[in-house]
């Protein structure tokens, strides 16, 4: 099988990109800003700002190139992806100064950092609504948004990405799904500019592809099963073998043995890679479809992905019991 799922985290008001609409259903656009006339970005730009997602900073200029601010970038991710406010620990009267240091309550942004939050995105107490954002900090926060909505089914190729080496383990994670669901694509040699100030014409970009990626992916229900037809994951253990599959690339086999019948499934979850080239393959064991009937045989499940050459890989076990074991290429 060689699908699965990964788990699948201002300068002033006036030029605030504020992504204002719920809905991101997107049509022809029949609005122009005058300053993206020719721009790769251009329809879509103009798209969301139809839809009302985004705003200019003008009434007809969108300074595509401009960096993007915490404020802007958190607006941009929270009301595009649709991100919905919840209850914090029972109380639905927590403000966002509760967990901001620099964020008042009365921000025009200050909603979108509360629902983020709410969301489980990543955001540091002391974060700077008006510092300029990384493409990776947006990149990192636009994929935990995308699994805060569901699963999504990806097929895995690890990128070799050239300036990625000082990344956290969780950016390069964030970044990998990014690469392989073609919503981010790499630029010359392989490189991505991680540190760089992500502009607003790649914010929108993005944020364009990811709701229409949501919508599609992740919306209608073509998901991995949920929690409620998982199998007792503590019941089984995985294990990996790795082969040569192609210049600088391994095929990582996952198998999971003793499954009850042919119905059971098995899904990779995601993958954390780790120091010393190291990578834990994380799975859920499913159970069969409802109403369907099955020989009582004693089987197996495999899944297939895809690893860089040098690395070695252990298989856990989502669930409470950990259950992992590895192999490494001879």
């Known amino acids: 099988m060689n699908?699965?799922?990964?788990?699948?985290?201002?300068?002033?008001?006036?030029?605030?990109?504020?992504i204002l609409a719920a809905s991101v259903s997107f049509g022809a656009s029949a609005f122009a800003f005058s300053d993206i006339k020719g721009d790769p970005a251009?329809?879509?730009?103009?798209?969301?700002?139809?839809?009302?997602?985004?705003?200019?900073?003008?009434?007809?200029?969108?300074?595509?190139?401009?960096?993007?601010?915490?404020?802007?970038?958190?607006?941009?991710?929270?009301?595009?992806?649709?991100?919905?406010?919840?209850?914090?620990?029972?109380?639905?009267?927590?403000?966002?100064?509760?967990?901001?240091?620099?964020?008042?309550d009365k921000a025009w942004y200050a909603s979108a950092f509360l629902i983020a939050k709410q969301n489980g995105l990543t955001l540091d107490?002391?974060?700077?609504?008006?510092?300029?954002?990384?493409?990776?900090?947006?990149?990192?926060?636009?994929?935990?948004?995308?699994?805060?909505?569901g699963n999504f089914p990806v097929t895995l190729m690890y990128a070799d990405i050239s300036d990625g080496s000082k990344l956290s383990n969780a950016e390069m994670n964030s970044l990998q799904i990014?690469?392989?669901?073609?919503?981010?694509?790499?630029?010359?040699?392989?490189?991505?500019?991680?540190?760089?100030?992500?502009?607003?014409?790649?914010?929108?970009?993005?944020?364009?592809?990811?709701?229409?990626?949501?919508?599609?992916?992740?919306?209608p229900g073509v998901t991995p099963p949920d929690e409620g037809s998982a199998a007792p994951a503590q019941l089984y253990e995985g294990s990996v073998t790795l082969e040569k599959a192609g210049q600088g690339v391994n095929k990582a086999t996952l198998t999971v043995n003793d499954l009850p019948n042919p119905g059971y499934g098995l899904v990779i979850n995601r993958i954390e890679f780790g120091k010393d080239k190291t990578a834990v393959i994380y799975f859920s064991v499913t159970k069969p479809a409802p109403g369907k009937m099955y020989p009582m045989v004693i089987t197996k499940g495999t899944a297939v992905t895809y690893l860089p050459e040098g690395y070695t890989a252990?298989?856990?076990?989502?669930?409470?019991?950990?259950?992992s074991s590895g192999s490494s290429v001879r």
């Open 42 to 104: 251009e329809s879509k730009i103009n798209a969301l700002h139809n839809k009302g997602v985004v705003n200019g900073v003008t009434t007809d200029r969108f300074a595509p190139k401009s960096k993007v601010t915490f404020a802007q970038g958190i607006q941009f991710i929270v009301n595009g992806l649709q991100l919905s406010p919840k209850a914090s620990g029972g109380n639905s009267t927590v403000t966002s100064s509760v967990y901001f240091d620099k964020v008042k």
């Open 178 to 219: 990014l690469v392989n669901t073609r919503l981010v694509t790499l630029e010359k040699n392989n490189t991505f500019r991680p540190n760089d100030a992500v502009t607003r014409a790649e914010a929108a970009v993005w944020i364009y592809d990811a709701a229409e990626f949501a919508q599609t992916v992740i919306t």
């Open 3 to 18: 699908k699965y799922s990964f788990q699948m985290s201002a300068k002033k008001m006036t030029i605030a990109c504020g």
């Open 125 to 149: 107490k002391s974060v700077d609504p008006n510092a300029a954002m990384t493409r990776i900090q947006f990149a990192h926060l636009m994929t935990q948004a995308l699994q805060s909505k």
């Open 314 to 323: 252990t298989a856990k076990s989502l669930s409470a019991a950990p259950s």
